[in-house]
C-alpha cells in the first residue's frame, strides 16, 4: 500500500490550495483518513480528519479554512485549503487507516508535501 501526497506549494496569503491524497495497493476501503502537518521546530499535529461514516474533526486553527473529503471510487482524499496564512505554513502529511486483502487494518503514511503561504 502506498499512499501519494500532491498539491503543495507556493500561495500567497489569502490564496487557496487543495491537497491530494493517492493510495493503491490491494485496499479494500479506508476506515479513515487525516491530514497532518508540521512546521519547522515544532510539533506533527493533526489538522482534519474523515472516518468512514463522514464524520469530521478540524483543529482550531483551520476551521472554518479548511474542508477534508474523500473520493472512495479513487480510493483519494483531499483536503481543501482557503484563507491560507502564513502560520499554515508547514509540511503536510496525509495518514490512512485502510483495510487490506487479508481483512487486516492497518496506518499508513504519505510522503509531505510543503505549503508556503508568503507574499
Known amino acids: 500500500v502506498q499512499l501519494q501526497a500532491s498539491g503543495g506549494g507556493l500561495v500567497q496569503p489569502g490564496g487557496s490550495l487543495r491537497l491530494s491524497c493517492a493510495a493503491s495497493?490491494?485496499?479494500?476501503?479506508?476506515?479513515?483518513m487525516g491530514w497532518y502537518r508540521q512546521a519547522p521546530g515544532k510539533q506533527r499535529e493533526l489538522v482534519a480528519g474523515?472516518?468512514?461514516?463522514?464524520?469530521?474533526n478540524y483543529a482550531d486553527s483551520v476551521k472554518g479554512r479548511f474542508t477534508i473529503s474523500r473520493d472512495n471510487a479513487k480510493n483519494t482524499g483531499y483536503l481543501q485549503m482557503n484563507s491560507l496564512k502564513p502560520e499554515d505554513t508547514a509540511v503536510y502529511y496525509c495518514n490512512a487507516i485502510v483495510v487490506v486483502g487479508s481483512g487486516h487494518e492497518y496506518s499508513y503514511w504519505g510522503q509531505g508535501t510543503q505549503v508556503t503561504v508568503s507574499s
Open positions: 495497493g490491494g485496499i479494500l476501503s479506508i476506515n479513515l
Open positions: 474523515l472516518t468512514s461514516s463522514n464524520s469530521t
